[in-house]
């Protein structure tokens, strides 16, 4: 049972997409379809959780090859975590899409989001970094399909940017693999974090860390690496873009600190100060991209950039309070911006626009929507007592503790930065719920529409306030993932306990 838990997440929405291109599948039961084999997914991975929090870190050794020769996939309560938060938005963005998606292309976006489901959750549960690239290639496949279905030159050439500026991260990390390989004879995590201690040659650690440094921040669109995003996320069809704005560049972030933590943690002189600007860098300039911004889901998608800062932030610091702080926010952080999408999507559907200067008063006709929209944009400003609160207090507070020059400065940055989100999901609200409705064509679309965006919308709203009610809990779990991540005993007795040998 362990050992189908812990493929489940792989196996399960790949089978859901290869149904999906059956020819017997018709378009409109395979929304259906992918929404049943997303929330199988969904409690298969709670499942799982509960089941690594009652018995500790599972293992399974595909083709009964042990670590560190076969193919290993290893569930703790980071990569569980990132699961249960990846196939919940997973769900959601397929009933948006379900909801604004004709059925022309509705087709050919179900089987690809399931496609991008299971290599997401791949990424997240492998323990092997070469692995990790497969899967890398898998989400970028998928994800390069998802952005070019349409017709459109400005969706053609995003795709290609997109395409290209992954690919160019992909080459990065098969180098930073190759060196890694050719200087510990290995690819094993949990074999990696015993020998990368003690490796003879410690410049090629030190380049093997820069390159999945580059890798991993244009994977997460961390500053420098950010310019790809705003472009590529503005031409995706609406109910994509939840689970993109949500999951996708948090894959970077997990595999950064999975990295720089269980593989290369013993080395911080290189890693933590460049990790310091980059995390200060995104988390002012995403948030002033996001105030400069016209278009409801281009603030959103600036905003991702900012937000991606303080989970860097949290791994910069490098102490267990702050990588659990990290990943709490990263947690708690999916679901809020998967409703934030969720409604961005439903405002366009509902209006025919995005352009804030062009909306107005959406309040008054659709209060229900409007009230699912100020939640989690209050809890993405780290307004209390909600889980955005909860997360960004964690980050500040172990930046506080370490009494340190350079952390008191990035905390005044975040600080600065969660000014800015405020005021950028102020300026949401005040232009597009509120004021005057600019539409020279007052006839309002059903309310019955309204009402159906706002089911999957609560879903992933109301997880802000079960988050905030239960932040200690939380904290709980996302302190023990980080010990589990900076003191790698359990990660390597549970892949092969011959390796501590």
Known sequence: MTDFLLVAPVLVPLAGAVLLVAPWTRPRVGGWVALAVGLIVLGLAFHTLFMVQREGIQATNLGDWPGPFGIVL???L??????????LVAVVSLAVVMLSQDLAERKYILPFMLFLLAGVNGAFMTGDIFNLFVFFEVTLLASYALIAIGAGRLRTEAAFKYVVINVIGSTFLLM?????????????MAHLAIRAESAENGAVVTAVAALLMAAFGIKA???????????????????????FGAVLTKVGVYSMIRVFTLVLGHDQDYVQPLLFVM???SIVLGALGAVAQRDIRSIL?????????????????????????????????????????????????LRGTGNISRLGGLARAYPLLSALFLVPAMSLGGIPPLSGFWGKLAILESALRLNNPAAYTLAGVALVGSLLTLFAMFRIWQSVFWGEDKRNNRESTALSTAYLYAVPIAVVA?????????????HDITSEAAQQLLDPTQYVDAVNPALLE
């Open 74 to 76: 290893v569930a703790d």
């Open 78 to 87: 980071f990569s569980t975590g990132t699961v249960v938060a990846a196939s």
């Open 176 to 188: 930073g693999i190759g060196l890694l390989y050719g200087e510990l004879g290995t690819l094993n």
């Open 221 to 243: 669109a961390l500053i420098p690496f950010h310019f790809w995003l705003p472009g590529a996320y503005a031409q995706l069809p609406s109910g994509v873009a939840v689970f």
């Open 279 to 281: 995390a200060g860098l």
């Open 301 to 349: 998608t600036w905003d991702i950039i900012s937000q991606v800062g303080y989970m860097i932030m949290g791994l910069a610091l490098f102490t267990t309070a702050s990588v659990g702080a990290a990943i709490f926010f990263m947690l708690q952080y999916m679901p809020a911006k998967a409703a934030l999408f969720s409604v961005a999507a439903a405002v366009e559907k």
């Open 462 to 474: 109301s997880a802000t306030v079960v988050l905030a009610v239960a932040a200690a809990g939380l």
